[in-house]
């Protein structure tokens, strides 16, 4: 069966297909539809599952990745999900939406969202109608009937009952880690489906916090990855995978994933604190410089409240050069973290030296914060 | 500790010791889309922006020089990767030595044999004649301004060379034992190369073995005992590239996000670079 083009909407940008890069078709040989169209699924008989598969072109100019690719609509389901693939330009990839009409008559309404990382969020509407005798597998209780006259053993439609699921991080979820998310259930899944993984934060923001799609180029989608479900399995996937690198950030916050179907139904959810912390150093360098060295300090503070620093030489021999140096870098650390949206920071210290600067063999440097100090020594 | 002290003062007002606070810097990363990507961040909190160039063959970049290869141009860029020189340069691959400071780097074309200094300044220089190499380059590093080292495939098996830039002469050869690409080799020495579905981190002391070749400089006494490192990856290495001054970005089979690599010490640290997605 071939979904009949039903209306093109002015709104929405819709109706503008030579300017999409990402087209989708109905296959085989079906329409085109644009954002905003109505997707028609035709009269299917009541209970009756109907696959039609739809082809998604990248038609350039430059390459792209599929963020997010969601059906919803309780007669409306998704197969298995494209989301976070990468699409060449020329390249396709096609995926399946089963349309299964509950009642006869009335058309279902459903909505089909297609996003990529480079463009805003495609909408569809999903619609169809269903005809003849229910299966009484599929029967919607309807308010029109008098509960005295309906059978005692009138079955009401069965939707699945899914397990108990647990969101997972290994290793744990701490500042500056990069952990794996898996969402396990408690027994194997019912039926396939698909749905979302969304990550909130409260405290902290921070731009280099997100998920890492396990593409080539591990394209970084902040806040929300899909995920598909499989009868059988106790484990949700993503893009194939039972699980989905997520890169923490450097600020403090609580973060509360939350895994959803595309009916909205609630999976699983939850909580992890990314708690203060002694600032991070991750990386001293020591090397020579015009008229003295430069020290160098990358890591981060999750408090963002960096402030005094100290810096204390030893010689080739390991023998400390005077007393420990202090900084006081209040100001220059107030005035960047406010500019930038995370705890991550790349500190440059030059000192003059008198004497002979090949004398110098390392540096320890402490940094303090909120939390207390923390000490690395270069490398 | 007296005597250090008058040799060596450091001035502490903060009109002579400046400090500066900015985001931290790792690099550069090439994408398979061929987009050449800064890279800001730390370990576990990386991040590749947008693509400063496209149609990238190779590159690699240091904390203050970038070179990028092009299908047939060489390309001087700076540490934020803004475009400083351009020169043609042959189709096809090529690999890179830059040191971790400094305005100059090396090529090495594997379609010619060329191996050049390039720089900011200078039209890039012929090192030395290619067929005095007597191989093909599979890695080069460059510890010091006057000095380039290079791993080169030879058929009796690899051997570390180690050449004057000033006249191009080939001043040690050192054979190297189960070595092969791909590689990358370090300024102090230190050789990362591929083992089946992990790395190997071989420091210069460990590299040394079998007999020397014929005009080979005996090689310095061993300090201490030095031991190779090995590391697992989730899949076979296929490249690694010189991400900065201290990382290494590793590229792997499976088709997953590179990771990032940086030696440090006897210990090794490791995670995926993230790309902000952005269209071409």
Redesign the interface.
Same mark, same amino acid.
């Given at each position: 069966m071939i979904p009949r083009l039903l209306l093109c909407s002015l709104l929405a940008g819709g109706c503008a297909l030579a300017q999409q890069q990402l087209v989708l078709k109905a296959l085989p040989a079906g329409p085109g539809y644009e954002p905003g169209q109505t997707i028609d699924f035709g009269t299917v008989a009541v209970g009756t599952p109907t696959n039609v598969t739809f082809q998604l072109v990248n038609n350039g100019?430059?390459?792209?990745?599929l963020?997010r690719l969601r059906v919803d609509g309780a007669a409306f389901q998704l197969g298995r999900t494209p989301a976070g693939l990468a699409l060449?330009v020329g390249q396709s990839v096609e995926f399946t939406i089963t349309f299964t009409p509950l009642t006869a008559g009335a058309a279902r309404l459903g909505e089909l969202w297609i996003q990529t990382?480079?463009?805003p969020q495609a909408e569809y509407d999903l619609t169809g109608a269903g005809e003849g005798q229910a299966d009484v597998a599929f029967v919607e209780p309807r308010s029109e009937d008098a509960p005295a006259a309906a059978p005692a053993a009138t079955p009401t439609p069965t939707a699945p009952v899914w397990p108990k699921g647990n969101i997972l991080a290994q290793p744990a979820l701490a500042s500056?880690?990069?952990s794996i998310i898996s969402i396990q259930f408690e027994s194997p899944l019912p039926v396939d489906g698909a749905g979302t993984l969304t990550m909130d934060h409260t405290g902290g923001g921070d $731009?280099?916090r997100?998920f890492?799609?396990?593409?080539? !180029?591990? +394209?970084?989608v902040p806040s929300q990855v899909s995920f598909t479900l499989t009868a059988g399995e106790s484990v949700a996937r993503f893009m194939g995978h039972p699980g989905i690198?997520f890169?923490?950030?450097?600020t403090a916050a609580t973060l509360t994933f939350t895994a959803t179907l595309g009916d909205k139904t609630q999976l699983a959810s939850q909580s992890f604190t990314l708690g203060p912390t002694l600032v991070?150093i991750?990386?001293v360098?020591l090397?020579a410089a015009t008229s003295?060295v430069l020290v160098t300090v990358?890591?981060?503070d999750n408090t963002r409240t960096a402030s005094a620093?100290s810096?204390t030489?030893y010689?080739t021999t390991n023998?400390?050069?005077?007393p420990p140096?202090?900084?006081?870098?209040t100001a220059?650390?107030q005035?960047?973290f406010p500019n930038?949206g $995370?705890g991550?920071?790349?500190?440059?210290?030059?000192? !003059?030296? +008198?004497?002979?600067v090949s004398?110098?063999g390392s540096v320890a440097v402490s940094v303090t914060n909120s939390q207390g100090s923390s000490v690395k020594m270069s490398? | 500790?007296t005597r250090?002290?008058?040799?060596?003062?450091?001035?502490?007002t903060?009109a002579?010791?400046?400090?500066?606070?900015?985001?931290?810097?790792a690099g550069c990363v090439r994408?398979?889309?061929g987009g050449l990507r800064p890279v800001?961040?730390?370990?576990?909190?990386?991040?590749?922006s947008a693509p400063a160039t496209w149609s990238v063959v190779a590159a690699a970049c240091s904390d203050s020089l970038a070179l990028v290869k092009t299908s047939g141009s060489l390309e001087v860029r700076d540490g934020g990767l803004a475009l400083l020189a351009r020169w043609d340069a042959p189709a096809g691959a090529a690999l890179f030595a830059l040191p971790?400071?400094g305005q100059t780097g090396f090529v090495y074309y594997p379609a010619t044999g060329q191996l050049l200094q390039v720089g900011v300044q200078q039209a890039p220089r012929a090192v030395l004649d290619p067929q005095s190499l007597g191989g093909t380059v599979l890695a080069m590093a460059s510890p010091d301004a006057l000095h380039l080292m290079a791993v080169v495939a030879d058929t009796p098996g690899p051997r570390l060379v180690r050449i004057s830039t000033v006249d191009g002469t080939i001043e040690s050869q050192t054979p190297l034992e189960d070595v092969a690409a791909p590689l990358a080799l370090l300024s102090d020495g230190t050789i990362v190369f591929a083992d089946g579905s992990g790395l190997v981190i071989r420091p210069p002391g460990a590299a040394v073995a079998g007999m020397a070749l014929p005009k080979i400089r005996p090689m310095p006494p061993r300090r201490g005992i030095v031991t190779e490192r090995r590391m697992a990856l989730p899949a076979t290495a296929v490249s690694i590239d010189q991400m900065s001054g201290?990382w290494l970005a590793v590229r792997l089979a499976d088709?997953?996000?590179?990771l990032a690599l940086?030696l440090?010490?006897a210990s090794q640290r490791t995670?995926?670079?993230?790309?902000?997605?952005?269209?071409?």
């Open positions: 100019p430059g390459r792209l990745v963020t060449a990382a480079a463009q500056g880690e990069q $731009t280099q997100g890492i799609l396990p593409d080539a !180029n591990g +394209t970084f690198v890169q923490t950030g450097t991070v991750d990386l360098l090397e003295g990358d890591g981060y620093l810096f030489f010689d023998h400390q050069i005077g140096i202090l900084v006081d870098a220059q650390f005035s960047y930038v $995370t991550a920071f790349g500190l440059k210290q030059a000192f !003059n030296v +008198t004497g002979d004398t110098i490398q | 500790m250090r002290l008058v040799a060596f003062s450091l001035y502490l903060a002579l010791a400046q400090t500066a606070v900015q985001a931290p810097g994408g398979v889309d800001h961040g730390i370990t576990g909190a990386l991040l590749a971790r400071g201290v088709g997953s996000a590179p940086r440090e010490g995670c995926r670079i993230p790309t902000m997605e952005t269209a071409q």
